[in-house]
């Protein structure tokens, strides 16, 4: 039966902050750990070794905005782009260290080139004309990004909320990483009002791994 044993050697692990570790380097073999997770510098990354499951830097966030509600609706007018609105009043994230959205600059966030992302946009719309009333949504950036687009009608009728869900999926060039984008809205035919706005980021592919 086989049996195992305590190594000799030491590793000496630097505790640090979250906003230090986004800030360095790691050098290969190297580690730093955070109240979430070990990091250890892989290749020019700075990779999770832990908590399992860590390792490709992978999860998801949601974010909930809290101005633009039933009472207080985001108004739309006809033909005019706006920007989809969240302030990220709310927030629940897998971990901690996890930001894919900047509320301050309304800009959805790519870690890396070549990263793979899941986007679901849920909220709440009506329109006072409905049979010739659509939205157009869209993330607006430069190259494929421009593609990631949609349409939704109001087939419920006039002034009858619609509860929408809207899934993006898209990968990030060096431009989405350097600049991030928008999600862009345009009421069409005639104005329309959206409110309970939610952003919900999944990760499923860390590029720097592929």
Excluded: C
């Amino acid at each position: 039966m086989p049996t195992t044993r305590n190594t000799s050697y030491k590793v000496h692990v630097q505790h640090t902050d979250q906003s230090e570790v986004d800030s360095v380097n790691i050098e290969d073999g190297a580690m730093l750990h955070t109240s979430d997770a070990l990091y250890m510098g892989h290749q020019g990354s700075n990779v999770i070794v832990y908590p399992q499951g860590g390792t490709t830097q992978l999860g998801w966030a949601r974010y909930d905005d809290t101005v633009y509600t039933s009472s207080n609706k985001l108004s739309l007018l006809n033909g005019v782009e706006a920007v989809v609105p969240n302030n990220a009043g709310n927030v629940v994230k897998s971990h901690s260290s996890i930001d894919f959205y900047n509320s301050a600059t309304q800009k959805i966030l790519g870690v890396n080139e070549n990263d793979v992302y899941v986007f679901t946009l849920a909220f709440k719309a009506q329109a006072p004309n409905a049979n010739q009333t659509y939205l157009e949504y869209n993330l607006e950036g430069s190259g494929q990004i421009s593609r990631v687009s949609g349409t939704m009608a109001f087939p419920k009728g006039n002034n009858v909320e619609h509860q929408e869900s809207m899934v993006m999926q898209y990968y990030t060039d060096s431009t989405f990483v350097e600049d991030g984008v928008q999600l862009k809205i345009t009421s069409i035919g005639n104005g329309s009002s959206v409110w309970d706005i939610i952003y919900f980021i999944q990760r499923t592919q860390n590029g720097s791994l592929s």
